[in-house]
């Protein structure tokens, strides 16, 4: 999506968040990409696990704005990011879970209320 948006988008500011969004989901996937190797888990299982998790989370139909669309995206995609996120806080024992956990929850709460006054400006 954010990838999409940096081609297609015209907003300046959901540009930066696009980039803002590559940027955080590829520190995330290498972190938990190392804990998986450590625990002898992989890619594939994981990403069977989040698609399961995040089926059904985007909204629809798309518009023919890229820029709301992406902003409309990233509000349900980071909402499904903030349940995963408070289960593994609460269930976790790992301390690189939980801070991981708390910096997704932090970052993404922000981000979405950043999004939702963004599309009340563009009312």
Known sequence: MAR???????????KKWA??????????IKEMRGWLA??????????????GAMH????????ADPDRNFVEMM???????LEMA????????NRDVLRLSRDIIEAQAREIY????WLLEKR
């Open 114 to 117: 950043e999004y939702k006054i």
């Open 38 to 51: 450590g625990l002898g888990g992989s890619d594939e299982q994981a990403a069977r696990m989040m698609s």
């Open 4 to 14: 999409e948006v940096l081609a297609k988008g015209k907003d300046g500011r959901v």
């Open 75 to 81: 509000i349900y995609h980071h909402a499904g990011a």
């Open 86 to 93: 408070t289960e593994s806080i609460v269930k976790s024992e």
């Open 19 to 28: 980039e803002e969004v590559i940027k955080a989901q590829e520190g995330e």
């Open 56 to 63: 059904g989370m985007m909204p629809s139909p798309m518009n």
